[in-house]
């Protein structure tokens, strides 16, 4: 039997060690999803994806966002699925439109993700990983099992909300029909090339009412912004597929962001 270079979430309470995720190997058992083994594996992605890989090895807290998570342990453990795939015009991210009606970033384009529930496991360990991809078949009708869970990145936090945010990156092996499941949850459920993501024509800086800046992206007919963009900016610039653009140009926030 083929070996992969992948290892398991830590069980002894830490949080997962990055650097870990190439250096055991076991049978590997469709990345996404048996309760008693959640692979995290980087055997056979394509190419493109080496500098994610990368990135996700040696990324620290800092580098991703100024919030992180409070040191008191405050805060309600999330999770949020990171999700590449192959599309016609090549490598691409599944994104979401949240429903208008929800209390916590109602309207606002975003990974698909949400709280972790007690079955998911332990939050320390294997808990996001489960989460991950629970809320993203939930939101988004995605198939976990062609899903191959490849990496996770630090650790971070949503003030507005008080989420601890756990990014798990995930490749789209085998690619399954998505859509809007709930209504209430979501209100689309789309893909985005990275090339549009890196073509500074798509890119701005948002401006919150009370003076924050971040970046953001205008990318099928959406306003990326908020914790997602600033994710995926960092991505783009830690993998090197970032590309110079205008931060000058700003895009006011509606009050009620």
């Known amino acids: 039997m083929k070996t992969h270079e992948q290892s398991h979430v830590r069980t002894d309470g830490q949080t997962p060690d990055r650097s870990d995720v190439e250096k055991r190997e076991h049978d590997h058992t469709a990345g996404a999803g048996r309760d008693d083994a959640i692979a995290v594996t980087t055997d056979g992605l394509p190419g ?7 990135a996700a090895r040696t990324v620290e807290p ?33 994104l979401m439109e949240r429903s208008g009606s929800l ?16 079955e998911d496991g332990d939050q320390a360990t294997t808990g996001p990983l489960r989460a991950a ?13 062609g899903v191959q869970l490849f990496g996770v ?23 399954s029909p998505v859509g809007v499941v709930d209504p209430a949850e979501t209100a689309r459920v789309f893909t985005v090339p990275v090339a549009d993501l890196t073509d500074p024509a798509n ?6 009412p009370s003076g924050h800046l971040g970046p953001a992206f205008l990318v099928e007919s959406a306003l990326v912004w908020g914790f997602t963009a600033g994710v995926i900016d960092r991505i783009l610039h830690f993998a090197g597929w970032e590309r110079p ?3 000058s140009r700003q895009v006011p926030l509606d009050w009620r962001a």
């Open 48 to 54: 493109w994806l080496d500098p994610v890989v990368r």
């Open 62 to 94: 800092r580098q991703l966002s100024r919030f992180l998570p409070p040191e008191n342990g405050a805060g309600r453990q999330s999770a949020v699925l990171i999700l590449f795939g192959e599309g016609e015009r090549g490598p691409e991210l599944l």
């Open 103 to 118: 209390r916590s970033h109602a309207g606002q384009p975003s990974f698909p993700g949400g709280a972790l529930d007690p």
């Open 133 to 145: 991809l629970r809320e993203a078949e939930e939101e988004t009708g995605l198939d976990p099992l």
């Open 153 to 175: 990145l630090p650790r971070l936090y949503i003030p507005v909300s008080s989420f601890v945010v756990t990014p798990v990156l995930g490749w789209w092996r085998e690619p």
């Open 203 to 208: 890119r701005v800086t948002t401006v919150h």
């Open 245 to 247: 653009w205008d931060r």
